[in-house]
Nanobody, 128 residues
Framework: QIQLVESGGGLVQAGASLRLSCAASGRTLSNYIAGWFRQAPGKEREFVATMSPGGLTKLYADSLKGRFTISRDNSKKLVFLQMDSLKPEDTAVYYC?????????????????????WGQGTQVTVSS
């Protein structure tokens, strides 16, 4: 199993940047596809970004391309989400999630139900 803990959330003004981190413990991170999802109040959890262990495949929500960047450091068991030009509509709880390599086709990587391991989430609030 793998355990995930997010950090880096906070309250920022529109236009600011934030970098979220996800620290993994337990099994090696390089065995997992790692992604970010978010959930705003009253809304369903939605896909943000995900990437393969070696970084060859990166997927982003269409609406977030160009503003959000996912990266990872397998040796340090860390996954990052760089968020630039933040907007009030980006306000949500952001979750890190992991999916065992080989357990799901790429087309399923955007589906939260496919991920078995989740962090507790970190709140991001963007004021206008």
């Amino acid at each position: 199993q793998i355990q995930l803990v997010e950090s880096g959330g906070g309250l920022v003004q529109a236009g600011a940047s934030l970098r979220l981190s996800c620290a993994a413990s337990g099994r090696t991170l390089s065995n997992y596809i790692a992604g970010w999802f978010r959930q705003a109040p009253g809304k369903e959890r939605e896909f943000v970004a995900t990437m393969s262990p070696g970084g060859l495949t990166k997927l982003y929500a269409d609406s977030l391309k160009g503003r959000f960047t996912i990266s990872r450091d397998n040796s340090k068991k860390l996954v990052f989400l760089q968020m630039d030009s933040l907007k009030p509509e980006d306000t949500a709880v952001y979750y890190c999630a992991a999916l065992l390599v080989g357990s799901e086709v790429v087309a399923g990587w955007k589906t939260p139900e496919k991920y078995r391991y989740w962090g507790q989430g970190t709140q991001v609030t963007v004021s206008s």
